[in-house]
């Protein structure tokens, strides 16, 4: 089983469409958890860390189930500008700092 | 802002050559990791670096690689007896605990 397993898609959303995207992860030692945005051909920009309470930027909320080892990206009124590949990612800090990422899960937002 | 530098952007070299890739972490950061995208497949960790030696590594992290900080300041990944498959990018990141930065990212190109 892959340490952190992402739905590839792509998912192909209108704009001001709401879209969720999730990943779970095997290793229960699992201690801090984040989500990254990728543009093609560039390095992946940290977009937000996830807790158990939930927290929210803006358009965008990320949630943590460490029960179901299972965190979530929620992102509301889709932009253009949100066409990317969205990463989740699992840190082991324990571990050195292990920092995992599954293979990241394509969006492209439509007008 | 702060950030991660990384040189070259692009660097060529024939199979067989050794290679250098240079990057200088955000200054108070304890954390440093090289990953590796080969186009279209996803970032893949090769090894991460805390307190002055390797914390973790990966399977592919084998005896072609090795890292050093030799300065306090820059993070190198040499790569020796380069294959045509080490064709990628390479990111080095850092991390102060929360999250880590990427750099932009080197271009290695084998032929």
């Known amino acids: 089983r892959k340490e952190v397993e992402q739905d590839p898609g792509p998912f192909n959303v209108p704009e001001g469409a709401t879209v969720a995207f999730n990943c779970t992860y095997s290793?229960?030692?699992?201690?801090?958890f984040f989500w990254y945005r990728q543009d093609c051909r560039k390095e992946p920009k940290l977009l937000m860390s996830v807790y158990s309470s939930g927290n929210e930027d803006g358009r965008f909320t990320a949630q943590l189930n460490r029960a179901s080892q299972y965190i979530s990206l929620l992102i509301r009124d889709s932009k253009l500008s949100d066409s990317a590949t969205y990463l989740c990612?699992?840190?082991?800090?324990?571990?050195?700092?292990?920092?995992?990422f599954g293979q990241g899960t394509e969006l492209s937002v439509k007008p | 802002e702060p950030e991660v530098t990384q040189t070259p952007s692009h660097q060529v070299t024939q199979m067989g050559q050794e290679v250098i890739l240079r990057c200088v972490p955000i200054s108070n950061h304890l954390y440093f990791y090289w990953y590796r995208q080969i186009l279209g497949q996803k970032v893949e960790f090769l090894v991460s670096?805390?307190?002055?030696?390797?914390?973790?590594k990966s399977e592919i992290f084998d005896d072609q690689f090795s890292v050093e900080r030799p300065d306090g300041s820059n993070f190198t990944l040499k790569i020796r007896s380069t294959k045509l498959e080490d064709s990628a990018m390479y990111f080095c990141?850092?991390?102060?605990?929360?999250?880590?930065?990427f750099g932009q990212g080197t271009r290695l190109t084998v032929v």
């Open positions: 990612a699992v840190a082991f800090y324990n571990q050195g700092g292990k920092l995992i």
């Open positions: 670096f805390y307190n002055n030696e390797i914390s973790e």
């Open positions: 990141a850092s991390s102060g605990g929360r999250g880590a930065f």
């Open positions: 290793n229960s030692a699992s201690q801090s």
